[in-house]
């Protein structure tokens, strides 16, 4: 399915299933502050960036995106095991 992620009133646990402990991907286009800058607000949250690097065409010369690996948690959400006290999603952007 095709949803917005960035801005006012799209936590991602108003988009995605909240209850879920699976993990979910997320294919979308980076929205840009700047050069070196990604906006990363969903709603009240952010997504919290782990790891970014810049993805190339096959001939390895001009940039043709970014892969951003992200971690999402949502402290409202149910409890996943009795080990943690908040549930925390990983999602893998790409644009």
């Known amino acids: 399915k095709a949803r917005h992620i960035y801005g006012a009133n799209h936590e991602p646990w108003n988009i ?4 879920s402990p699976e993990s ?3 294919l979308t ?6 050069k070196s800058r990604i906006e990363r607000t969903a709603g009240d949250g ?7 690097k810049e ?4 001939d390895g010369g001009e940039v043709i995106g970014d892969l951003v690996i992200c971690e999402i948690k ?8 009795s080990g943690y006290k908040e549930k925390s999603r990983r999602t893998r952007s790409v644009s």
């Open 46 to 52: 952010c997504w919290l960036q782990q790891f970014a």
């Open 29 to 34: 286009k980076l929205n840009k502050k700047s």
């Open 55 to 58: 993805v190339k065409n096959k």
């Open 74 to 81: 949502n402290k409202d959400a149910a409890v996943v095991s």
């Open 24 to 26: 979910f991907w997320v």
């Open 16 to 19: 995605l299933d909240q209850d």
